[in-house]
């Protein structure tokens, strides 16, 4: 089972270039989401979905966007990067939103020069 | 606003031991979710445990349980006969209302 599939797995860009992410799940899952991990820190989340046709900020949404393509597909999208973006994204998909247990990818390196 | 705490950076345990990582929480909500999960040097996050804080018995799997005090808004981890394979990070995770709130995470170091 594929589960969560999320590319690329590693990517450097330029101050100011646009990226996407692209995240995919085969779980029929309702909900997914968008977190990114510091070095020795915990997951924030930056945006989420709580169902196909919506979107919503979490906690650090600032200089991203996301697109709810389908119910399998979340992108994320970096408009002009900056190195405060330089972070391990990870997607992930729960069942439902609330105390559904959460599936994740296994997170994109990505690193703004 | 809801926290979650995990005031523990690091813990070391001896193979076979027993080991408790400690998380407290709060929140405004009376319904919500508690959760472990594990991530190894890989980065893939694993879920190890999950709480309903309607029930009042603690959740276990395997060589893995909860000391779950909602009064106190306490969720600790205990790993029974611990084993190289559960050094990783480990991170305390609280579903209440409309939000997810992950802890910093607490890295477990297991001595052979």
């Known amino acids: 089972n594929a589960g969560v599939t999320q590319t690329p797995k590693f990517q450097v860009l330029k101050t100011g270039q646009s990226m996407t992410l692209q995240c995919a799940q085969d779980?029929?899952?309702?909900?997914m989401y968008w977190y990114r991990q510091d070095p020795g820190m915990g997951l924030r989340l930056i945006y989420y979905?709580?169902?196909?046709?919506?979107?919503d900020k979490g906690e650090v949404p600032n200089g991203y966007n996301v697109s709810r393509l389908n119910k399998r597909e979340f992108s994320l999208r970096l408009e002009s990067a900056a190195p405060s973006q330089t972070s391990v994204y990870f997607c992930?998909?729960?069942?439902?939103?609330?105390?559904?247990?959460?599936?994740f990818g296994e997170g994109s390196w990505l690193t703004v020069v | 606003a809801q926290t979650v705490t995990q005031s523990q950076p690091e813990m070391s345990v001896q193979e076979a031991e027993t080991v408790t990582l400690s998380c407290t929480y709060d929140?405004?909500?009376?319904?919500?979710?508690l959760f472990w999960y594990k991530q190894p040097p890989s980065r893939q996050m694993i879920l190890v445990i999950r709480?309903?804080?309607?029930?009042?018995q603690n959740a276990t799997e395997n060589r893995f349980s909860v000391n779950f005090q909602k009064a106190a808004k306490s969720f600790s981890l205990k790993i029974s006969d611990s084993q190289l394979g559960d050094a990783a990070m480990y991170f305390c995770?609280?579903?209440?209302?409309?939000?997810?709130?992950f802890g910093g995470g607490t890295r477990l170091m297991v001595k052979p």
């Open positions: 992930a998909s729960s069942r439902g939103y609330t105390g559904n247990t959460i599936y």
């Open positions: 779980m029929n899952h309702n909900s």
């Open positions: 979905s709580a169902s196909e046709g919506t979107t």
């Open positions: 929140t405004s909500e009376s319904d919500y979710y």
């Open positions: 709480q309903e804080a309607y029930k009042q």
């Open positions: 995770d609280l579903n209440a209302g409309n939000m997810l709130t």
